[in-house]
């Protein structure tokens, strides 16, 4: 069976995105630098959504890539939706496919749609190019927010003219708005303290703040749930890692 397969879901049941459409992705697509993989912290990897995500990897249920496409284009236009809430864009050992990334980016054109990857762009054989990927998508109005674990890579990502989102640790306890090392905002997704609200409704008319392509503030998501304790884990070992780089750059933007 074909395991590049893809679901388009149009309306989600999942809490935070309450009602938005959102497509899974095989775990295939996702990068081998990817610090959750293995049992290290992956949300795909939690009950119930692992069994929905086994379905869609070994080709059990889903549609293949192009299908998927002309669903996302036949949403209403303005539709707010997001790709991947499990999985990551179309990519090979740690290189995204540009031109699938195109594609995805055309079909959404008119709409709201935006994602999460944990491809490489600060580092590695395929940074650069990983980069103009997703810029270009972000350009094309499909918002492509680079993943940082901790403070310290989420500086170093938001200096690469990228929307970033970075996981933090359940320490910070109940927090609204905090500032990187380097002085650039984070403003806690709006869902974790307001039952009220969702992918929906987060940011008012102006849309879901993941959503929003070049906003000067950083997106922080606290870990949760059975699989926090990893989450922390990455998240310390990470910001060990870039710490003296994030210390190091030039000003932010």
Known sequence: MDSRYYTFTPNSHNR????????????????????????????GDGYPINIHWAKVSDGARGMPWGDMLR???????????????????????????AGKVGQLASANDG?????????????????????????????AGLTCNASAEGLALADVLFALQLPVVTVLPRSLGDWRSLRTPRGVQVMRCPAEYREDLGCLTCGGKRGPLCARAYRPYIIGLTAHGTKARAVEAVVAATERKWANVATTMGDNR
């Open 16 to 43: 935070k995105l309450r009602g938005a459409a959102v497509v899974s992705a095989p775990r295939r697509t996702c990068p081998p630098s990817c610090p959750f993989r293995a049992g290290q912290g992956c949300y």
């Open 71 to 97: 669903h996302v284009a036949c949403q209403p236009p303005d539709a707010i939706w997001r790709y991947g809430d499990v999985g990551d864009l179309p990519g090979r050992y740690g290189r995204l496919d």
């Open 111 to 139: 709409r709201r749609g935006f994602l999460y990857s944990h491809y490489p762009v600060a580092s590695g054989p395929h940074a650069l190019h990983n980069h103009r990927a997703l810029q270009a998508a972000t350009d």
